[in-house]
């Protein structure tokens, strides 16, 4: 006999239940409705791509891909990996599909999971969920980076996240960045001593991840380090500059931060991050920037690009803890029928009620009346539509709102219309 076992999630992954999975929906949508104003359209990815990709792309010493990629081997030996982020594969759609002969800027953007195998936490997990979205084409006008970024600002505030910090930074070019690195790599090297050991170790493989450090004791040795800002090449400096103009033009807020660096190898130019109060150290919920060499790095023409990806996981949490989540609209109509001689009115009106688009529950079996309306409470349903003999006989139906007990008869036409009404009304 098999031995009875019970199943769980793996670690770092999670079942995202009722009513939660409402919020998600609602945030997805309001992203979807924001993106869609700005003329985004939706690109969908698959969900795992050539391991090779990802390293080309992100970079190979990077974290991601170094450590925390679900990489396996395919039956036919070919590396592949679960996509940690999404960028690497719209920018090989974009190459793939030719997509720079289309008009104007191509604007797209992505709803989905992300893997990477990081050590789970709150708002940190191994399958996590992420909105990006990406422009791409021959532009890199500083009006592109300062719309991605008024627009990110539109969804946050439309999804109620109010204690947001939008942080921002310029990291340089292939001409000006090497050289600031090599400088911070010589004045790492001079208190390396003083370091710990993952800095120590970046100070070859990238002494730019330094600058990201959270340790205490590195603090004030960073704090001394020279800034990216006094190494940018001139046409750096003014596109970060324009950039600063634009974003005040456009009434949004920002703070600069030399230290916003990115983990991602692809990344030029404008970095930035949103952080939301109340998520304790995991408290990015969004992070981007522009990566004009990435398409040509993956065999595509020279082009510019922009992008972010919001956590979603992080977000919706945000949302939750501030108190800012909208009222989900609920059970509408339980149907309450109490006998074989009442059934098919009752299944006659639920259909008639869900074309409406009212929510119905509609019990799969006959119930005592007590039982019944015990259970449209419990559900927590607006209202309980009774359907007894008599009801069905005389063509009215009685119609009880749960929250005061109030009963009102109703025709057939006049209840469709009554709940109608009340439905649009109540925004449900
Ligand atoms: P990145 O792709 O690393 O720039 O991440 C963009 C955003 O995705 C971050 O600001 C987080 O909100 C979210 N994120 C990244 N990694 C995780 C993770 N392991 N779990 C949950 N959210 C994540």
């Known amino acids: 006999m ?14 995202i239940l009722p009513p939660d999975s409402s919020l998600w929906n609602w945030f997805e949508r309001a992203a979807r409705e924001v993106f869609e104003s700005y003329n985004f359209r939706e690109i969908r990815l698959p969900i795992f791509e050539e391991t090779d990709l990802f390293a080309r792309s992100i970079g190979a010493d990077t974290d991601v891909v170094g450590k925390e990629m679900y990489t396996f081997e395919d039956r036919d030996e070919s590396s592949i990996s679960l996509r940690p982020e999404a960028t690497a594969s719209v920018v090989r759609a974009y190459i793939e599909h030719g997509m720079h002969t289309l008009p104007g800027n191509v604007k797209l953007y992505y709803i989905g999971p992300m893997f990477r195998r990081e050590r789970p936490q709150k708002g940190r997990y191994r399958q996590f969920y992420q909105i990006g979205a990406e422009v791409l084409g021959q532009s890199d006008a500083p009006a592109i980076d300062a719309e991605v970024l008024e627009m990110l600002v539109v969804l946050f505030k439309r999804a109620g996240l109010a204690l947001i910090t939008l942080s921002v930074n310029s990291i340089g070019c292939k001409q000006c960045r090497p050289k600031y690195v090599e400088v911070l790599r010589q004045e790492l090297l001079k208190v390396k001593d003083k370091l710990g050991a993952d800095s120590q170790r970046r100070i070859e493989t990238n002494p730019l991840r330094v600058l990201d450090s959270k340790l205490p004791e590195e603090q004030p040795i960073i704090e001394t380090l020279p800034r990216i800002s006094d190494h940018l090449c ?50 990015a919920v969004c992070g981007g920037g522009r990566y004009d060499g990435l398409v040509e790095l993956l065999g595509g023409h020279p082009t510019k690009g922009i992008g972010f990806a919001i956590g979603s996981d992080r977000a919706i949490l945000s949302i939750q803890e501030g108190g800012q989540a909208p009222k989900m609209p609920g059970l509408g109509v339980f149907v309450a029928w ?60 009685t119609l009880k709102r749960l929250a005061d007990a109030e009963q009102k008869k109703l025709n057939e036409n006049d209840l469709l219309e009554y709940l109608e009404s009340e439905r649009r ?3 449900a």
């Open 2 to 15: 098999t031995e009875k076992r019970q199943f769980r999630a793996i670690k770092g992954t999670r079942d």
């Open 234 to 283: 001139a046409a750096c400096r003014q596109h970060f500059s324009e950039l600063k103009d634009e974003l005040n033009l456009r009434g949004i807020a920002y703070e600069e931060n030399w230290r916003l660096v990115r983990g991602l190898d692809y990344y030029t130019r404008t970095t930035f991050e949103v952080t939301a109060e109340g998520l304790g150290s995991q408290n």
């Open 338 to 397: 109490m006998s074989a001689a009442t059934y098919p009115a009752a299944v006659r009106i639920a259909r008639k009620l869900r074309e409406c688009g009212i929510a119905v529950e509609l019990p799969p079996e006959a119930m005592k009346f007590k039982k019944s309306l015990g259970l449209a409470d419990k559900l927590g349903a607006r209202y309980a539509l009774i359907i007894g003999e008599d009801e069905v006989t005389s063509g009215t139906y």
């Open 425 to 427: 009304g109540s925004g």
